[in-house]
């Protein structure tokens, strides 16, 4: 929706409530400006993410941009919304405070409800969240299986950037599981991928992947 439209119509609806006496007037702007409201938290609060990622600064105000967007999904019940704040959310636990444990209920919740609506994107990310968990917790087959899905998943949809990125988490992986034949594999073709849809910004990651890649000692 146009932004002038939603403002005439929040404005009709208003008038129709305070003038008119339509007390539905009421639920029909809830809905209409939560629908505007979800998803302009979800851009803000990506922001947020992007920029700590950049600064390492945490902002609070992330998480609770997340927080907003999925509860004004739920309202409006849509899974695919709810399901990609749910990630975002499981991202703040993970990513920003360092808290794989606290942000895999969050992840595991975001990849039931996209897989309910068929959001293969969404599904992409939170099993590739839940992967890296699982890594963490030295759960090293479970995480491999999870960030194949994630890849595969992402071969469908032609989510080429996402594909290539993917290709890296599984070269660190088997780096760290003392398979770096696998790992320098996976970097190639994490390469051919990223010069083909020109991810620069993953070709920078293959770049440092490969340094750190071929400098670490086996460790079994």
């Not at 004004?72 to 990630?87: K, V």
Request: glycine share 8%.
């Amino acid at each position: 929706m146009r932004e002038q439209d939603w403002i005439e119509r929040a404005q009709e609806d208003f008038e129709a409530a305070m003038f008119g006496g339509d007390t539905s007037a009421l639920d029909r702007s809830d809905d209409a400006l939560d629908a505007i409201e979800a998803p302009l938290s979800m851009a803000r609060g990506k922001i947020l993410h992007v920029r700590f990622l950049n600064d390492r600064e945490e902002n609070s105000q992330e998480l609770t941009l997340f927080e907003r967007a999925a509860e004004l999904y739920r309202r409006l019940s849509n899974a695919s919304g709810e399901a990609d704040a749910l990630f975002w959310i499981g991202c703040w636990h993970q990513v920003v405070k360092g808290d794989g444990a606290a942000g895999s209920p969050y992840f595991e919740r975001s990849y039931a409800l996209a897989k309910s609506v068929d959001d293969r994107m969404t599904m992409s990310y939170a099993v590739r969240h839940l992967g890296f968990a699982d890594k963490d917790a030295g759960r090293f087959d479970q995480a491999r299986e999870r960030l194949n899905e994630s890849v595969a998943l992402r071969q469908e949809i032609g989510f080429r950037a996402g594909e290539a990125a993917g290709l890296v988490a599984l070269a660190y992986l088997s780096a760290e599981t003392g398979d770096r034949s696998a790992a320098l594999q996976h970097l190639d073709d994490a390469q051919s991928v990223a010069e083909a849809c020109g991810a620069k910004a993953v070709l920078g990651w293959i770049a440092q992947a490969h340094t750190n890649i071929r400098t670490e000692r086996p460790t079994h």
